[in-house]
């Protein structure tokens, strides 16, 4: 599964999580990221 995040808005701050699954599609762990966009557009892919 692919992810694709976008953000075009200046001096914003994002925060999106990823979730690490076992075999049977359970989440085991949680990872919360921070991004801080100053300006133009910022691209994450994942």
Same mark, same amino acid.
């Given at each position: 599964? %692919?992810? !694709? =995040? +976008?953000?075009?808005?200046?001096?914003?701050?994002?925060?999106?999580?990823?979730?690490?699954?076992?075999?049977?599609?359970? $989440?085991?762990? %949680?990872?919360?990221? $921070? =991004?801080? =966009? $100053?300006?133009?557009?910022? +691209?994450? !892919?994942?």
């Amino acid at each position: 599964m %692919r992810y !694709s =995040v +976008t953000i075009s808005t200046p001096n914003t701050t994002y925060t999106y999580n990823t979730d690490t699954t076992d075999a049977n599609g359970c $989440v085991t762990a %949680r990872t919360t990221h $921070v =991004v801080e =966009v $100053v300006g133009g557009s910022w +691209t994450y !892919s994942f």
